[in-house]
């Protein structure tokens, strides 16, 4: 059973960058027909989805957030990143990493989220 | 960039009566690309509905999906206690790759 774990610190100060990382257990991170995604959650707010991930390294962003984003893959670790620089309040949320199933015939969609961590940027 | 909305904001019913949710879409997109999620508080969403109407695996067949082009659909046949929660639709953009929610549907207590 796949699982995803995310993890980083909880508290980034305004116009530095907030960093995650999400490490994927019970199965390869290689496999599959899967891209790696963050999405995040303001307090009270709908779902954001910020950008994704192939094993390949491939990837795509949210247009809204694509100068501030990048998104890495380390296979050798089975985990992928994020990195969101220069952060406002305005990227405070609870960020989620997912996995996205690329099946043409069954239906694409998230099939495995993480726990989701709550990152608060404040002074 | 297509985008999706959803309706009502807010459905408050009874358990035992039937929830209809819609989601819209700007475009039209392919059906295969449509999911909807359920989200309890403090809880990461949960899949419900691939390809527009494919229930994923362990979910009671009390919910379906239905629809194509630009109007899709999430029934809930008689509302159990657990379902009373907010669901949001998803769709991934084919060709330009992006992935999308809608803003959500919240199925509350009458």
């Known amino acids: 059973q796949v699982q995803l774990q995310e993890s980083g610190p909880g508290l980034v100060k305004p116009s530095e960058t907030l960093s995650l990382t999400c490490s994927v257990s019970?199965?390869?991170?290689?496999?599959?027909?899967?891209?790696w995604s963050w999405i995040r959650q303001p307090a009270g707010k709908g779902l954001e989805w910020i950008g994704r991930i192939h094993a390949s390294g491939g990837t795509n962003y949210n247009p809204s957030l694509d100068s501030r984003l990048t998104i890495s893959v380390d296979t050798s670790k089975n985990q992928f990143s994020l990195k969101l620089n220069s952060v406002t309040a305005a990227d405070t949320a609870v960020y989620y990493c997912?996995?996205?199933?690329?099946?043409?015939?069954?239906?694409?969609?998230?099939?495995?989220w993480g726990q989701g961590t709550m990152v608060t940027v404040s002074s | 960039e297509i985008v999706l909305t959803q309706s009502p904001d807010t459905l408050s019913l009874s358990p035992g009566e039937r929830a209809t949710l819609s989601c819209r879409a700007s475009q039209s997109l392919s059906s295969s690309y449509l999911a909807w999620y359920q989200q309890k508080p403090g809880q990461a969403p949960r899949l419900l509905i691939s390809?527009?109407?494919r229930r994923a695996a362990g979910i009671p067949d009390r919910f379906s999906g239905s629809g194509s082009g630009t109007d899709f659909t999430l029934t809930i046949s008689r509302l159990e206690p657990e379902d009373f929660a907010v669901y949001f639709c998803q769709q991934f953009g084919g060709g330009s790759r992006i992935i999308a929610f809608g803003p959500g549907t919240k199925v509350d207590i009458k």
């Open positions: 019970g199965g390869s991170i290689s496999s599959g027909s899967y891209h």
């Open positions: 390809g527009a109407s």
């Open positions: 997912a996995r996205y199933a690329l099946h043409q015939l069954a239906g694409s969609a998230f099939d495995i």
